[in-house]
């Protein structure tokens, strides 16, 4: 889990300043296996978020959004799970910045989650999902595992982060709800 102090210069906000209100949140399952399958530099659209709402209804505020792209059946080989080329590009999928843009000031959301080591995708140097993430003081998870067993909707998670002092970020207890 990120805190805003690790993307925001002059920002103080630590791990610690997340309130245990903002760390119980109802979830939402985006599944792009297929399309991350296919494009290791997938990023999720708008598009992508209006065809899963069309199915399962629009994203309630104060939902975190999970991108499941399947990458955590990379784990056990650390070389397809970073995927770096022989440039040193990363090629991973993740959330587009206008995608996340979209999500905080249309639907409110209270963060974001994905199974690959970021939810920025590896070609976006700049951190854009990460920087707009911790400017709104939400949070933003890595390294999420067991997706699949979470559905689309209904599931409930508990966020249990470290409380690091002055930490930029904590390995964390992550505990689902399911329905």
């Known amino acids: 889990m990120n805190a805003p102090n690790s993307f925001i210069a002059d920002d103080t906000n630590a791990i610690t300043?997340?309130?245990a209100q903002h760390r119980?949140?109802?979830a939402v399952v985006?599944?792009?296996r297929g399309?991350?399958?296919g494009d290791p530099d997938y990023?999720?659209?708008k598009q992508d978020v209006t065809a899963w709402e069309q199915?399962?209804?629009r994203i309630a505020a104060g939902s975190f959004v999970i991108l499941f792209t399947g990458w955590e059946d990379k784990w056990s080989n650390p070389k397809a799970f970073i995927n770096q080329d022989e440039k040193g590009d990363l090629h991973f999928p993740g959330f587009a910045g206008a995608t996340t843009k979209w999500l905080l000031s249309d639907r409110q959301i209270s963060g974001v989650g994905i199974d690959?080591?970021?939810v920025d995708p590896g070609l976006?140097?700049?951190h854009e999902t990460n920087r707009q993430i911790a400017k709104a003081h939400k949070i933003a998870i890595e390294c999420m595992a067991n997706l699949d067993q979470l559905s689309p909707t209904g599931a409930t998670l508990v966020l249990g982060p470290l409380p690091l002092r002055q930490g930029s970020g904590s390995p964390m207890s992550l505990i689902a709800f399911v329905p």
């Open 17 to 19: 300043s997340y309130a």
């Open 24 to 26: 119980v949140v109802p």
């Open 30 to 32: 985006i599944d792009v």
């Open 35 to 37: 399309k991350a399958a």
């Open 43 to 45: 990023q999720l659209t």
């Open 55 to 57: 199915k399962h209804g």
């Open 116 to 118: 690959t080591h970021g």
């Open 124 to 126: 976006d140097i700049s």
